[in-house]
């Protein structure tokens, strides 16, 4: 083939790995497929130019209906706790990673398609997805990436006429998903339940020699990796929660080695403000709802520590101890994350003894009301010092007696550092998001896209691409739902 893809700098580093951590496969070809969507943004950085993207191989390639030469494609193993049950083998069941390759600036990129047919850990299942699914992983990677949360990402999207049944009988598509590595929490579960701990340091070591390369040389390699993994998670965390994203299926499986948001299925955006909102039908216990996902992060954190346990210390005892240390490390760097994000999203410059309470009255208001979260943050930036006249937003605050008390609160915090209205204003303009992926908005693309008509994919990307950026000429982006789309249910086949 000559398509300008297979023309990079393949390294494939996963392969470097005995086949134990994988099995090869074929994509499964898809009749007719179509390209909906096209990163050329992110395929200029994977080292693609303007031209290559108009390569009619590449369809193909990305279609699962061609292979690179050598069948390359892997489909990896890994286990996973689900809901909190342990699963001893899942993998990739419906994705194949096509490999890894380096651009011309020497970063990493492995391309990962998603749908593209069975793999022996698809588990009697058909190895595809779906438009209604691939469409709003497509979307919800790129918006991510936009709010500056760190997350995997998409290359491109096509759809097929081929029949997949869900639910209902829906029509197949593929996502090519790019990430440093889809290395997750699960891989070393894997190892380690299966009692084959002499698999888990080649394992480490390939993550370390190709993402935490400062870290190699040091005698505790092992431990200082772990503790950056926990921060990194737990800064994550704190992310998810200061832009109101609910993930929705928090298992062990779904948590990326890189601190990554991966595995979008059942995620949402927060719409009016709920702390105990649970985005994820199937999650009928509340398990990963919007308020657990800090604990969720730790106790995912406590998964992964324990099955890497053998490499901290050859007696269990000792190794407990230093896992334990690397633990306690998660709390307090959330904790300095979230509070962080909480007062730039106010505005606030300094540190000062009351922002916690501060905080988290505005966020009582917004529950007791069920406000919408995007909106009162964003809104807040309209506030002034001085001003005895009240921000627009309050005509969207229903209790409104509380949103005044506070409103008095507030102003006094921002005097008491001499806040500058108009800096302050774009400070919180940077931090809290106009435009975010609500389900109604991927909805509408998904239903129109189904149809054949995939222009509601390319405007969304558009304007997710800027998510702080005043956009006049797409308001309605920023709307609430309207009272017909303000319940749609995801669940796991989302």
Known sequence: MSTALLQL??????????????????????SA???????????????????DTQDP??????????????????????????????????GDGRALLLGQLRNPQGDLFELQLKGAGRTPYSRFADGRAVLRSSIREYLCSEAMQALG?????????????????????????????????????????????????ERLAPLADHV????FAHLAARPDKYAAWLGEIVERTARLMARWQTVGFCHGVMNTDNFSILGLTIDYGP?????????????????????????????IGYWNCSRLLQATLPLLHETPETAVEIAQGILARYPGAYADAVLEGWRAKL??????????????????ILDRGANDFTRCFRGLAAVRCDATIAPPIRDEITDVAAFDAWLQDYRARLQAEDSDDPA??????????????????AQTAIELSEHGEDTEVDCLMQVLSRPFDEQPERERYAAPPPPQAAHIAVSCSS
């Open 208 to 211: 370390i020699d190709g993402h």
């Open 424 to 441: 302050r204003a774009v400070r919180m303009n940077a931090v809290n998001p106009k435009y975010v992926l609500r389900n109604h908005l």
């Open 9 to 30: 700098d393949w390294v494939d580093r996963f392969l470097q790995l005995p086949e134990a951590y994988y099995t090869r496969v074929r994509p499964e070809p898809l």
């Open 267 to 295: 995620y949402g955006f927060l719409d009016g403000f709920q702390s105990g909102h649970i985005c994820n039908h199937s999650d009928e216990a509340g398990r990963y709802a919007y308020d657990q996902q800090p604990r």
């Open 149 to 197: 949360i760190p997350t995997t990402r998409a290359l491109a999207l096509v759809a097929s006429p081929d029949p997949v049944q869900r639910e209902t009988l829906e029509t197949a598509a593929v996502v090519c998903r790019v990430a440093p590595s889809f290395v997750r929490f699960g891989h070393f579960e894997y190892f380690f339940y299966l009692h084959q701990h």
């Open 347 to 364: 505005g606030l410059l300094d540190t000062r003894d009351g922002d916690r309470d501060l905080i988290n009255a505005f966020l009582n």
């Open 33 to 51: 497929p179509r390209m909906v969507h096209f990163n050329t943004e992110l395929a200029g950085q994977i080292g693609l130019s303007a031209a």
């Open 57 to 90: 191989e590449l369809l193909a390639l990305l279609s699962g209906n061609a292979s690179r030469p050598g069948d390359k494609a892997i489909a990896t193993v890994y286990a996973g706790h689900q809901f909190g049950h342990f699963v001893p083998q899942l």
